[in-house]
């Protein structure tokens, strides 16, 4: 268990988050196509796990614009945004943002991974989402950057989680 802010408020978060040089859990989450897919459907690949609340505020949409971009530009690796959101939410904003370098995955049936990643918010009015975070994988799936954001309304540091690649 974890408190991150909301505006300034405390906010419970529930599971635990990964640390750095241990291996990630695996999970099962939903992409656009409805399709269940898994942590291991990426093997082989370095992963950017950038999780947040939802695609419909400004700061989680911004997130996934900005690693969108990078992803563009990085070797071997998959940049998936997991939030809570219905799929549909999620294609729909990546259609309409012209974003196709981001895979968008759903919690909703897989709501197991919100305490599996440390990222199950439990209190105030944003329970049941996802806490903003990143996670970074290499190809093995053993964690080489994790940032739990320690207030919701903030964009995660891209720059330590993209150096993390390098």
Same mark, same amino acid.
């Given at each position: 268990?974890?408190?991150?802010?909301?505006?300034?408020?405390?906010?419970?978060?529930?599971?635990?988050?990964?640390?750095?040089?241990?291996?990630?859990?695996?999970?099962?989450?939903?992409?656009?196509?409805?399709?269940?897919?898994?942590?291991?459907?990426?093997?082989?690949?370095?992963?950017?796990?950038?999780?947040?609340?939802?695609?419909?505020?400004?700061?989680?949409?911004?997130?996934?614009?900005?690693?969108?971009?990078?992803?563009?530009?990085l070797e071997n690796?998959?940049v998936l945004c997991?939030?809570?959101?219905?799929?549909?939410?999620?294609?729909?904003?990546?259609?309409?943002?012209?974003?196709?370098?981001?895979?968008?995955?759903?919690? $909703?049936? #897989?709501?197991?991974?919100?305490?599996?990643?440390?990222? =199950?918010? !439990? +209190?105030? &009015? $944003?329970? #049941?989402?996802?806490?903003?975070?990143?996670?970074?994988? =290499?190809? !093995? +799936?053993? &964690? $080489?950057?994790?940032?739990?954001?320690?207030?919701?309304?903030?964009?995660?540091?891209? +720059?330590?989680? $993209?150096?993390?690649?390098?």
């Amino acid at each position: 268990m974890a408190t991150v802010t909301l505006a300034g408020n405390p906010v419970t978060v529930n599971g635990d988050f990964p640390k750095a040089g241990t291996t990630a859990k695996p999970f099962s989450l939903v992409n656009k196509e409805l399709a269940d897919v898994t942590l291991a459907s990426f093997a082989g690949k370095r992963k950017v796990l950038n999780i947040f609340p939802s695609v419909d505020t400004s700061v989680c949409a911004a997130s996934v614009r900005h690693f969108n971009e990078a992803a563009g530009k990085l070797e071997n690796t998959v940049v998936l945004c997991i939030s809570a959101d219905l799929p549909f939410a999620l294609a729909r904003f990546c259609g309409a943002e012209g974003l196709d370098n981001v895979v968008t995955l759903s919690t $909703l049936r #897989g709501a197991e991974f919100k305490q599996a990643y440390g990222v =199950d918010i !439990a +209190d105030g &009015v $944003l329970a #049941g989402l996802t806490a903003r975070a990143v996670v970074v994988l =290499d190809e !093995a +799936d053993k &964690v $080489l950057h994790a940032e739990l954001v320690d207030e919701i309304t903030h964009e995660p540091n891209y +720059d330590a989680a $993209l150096k993390a690649l390098a």
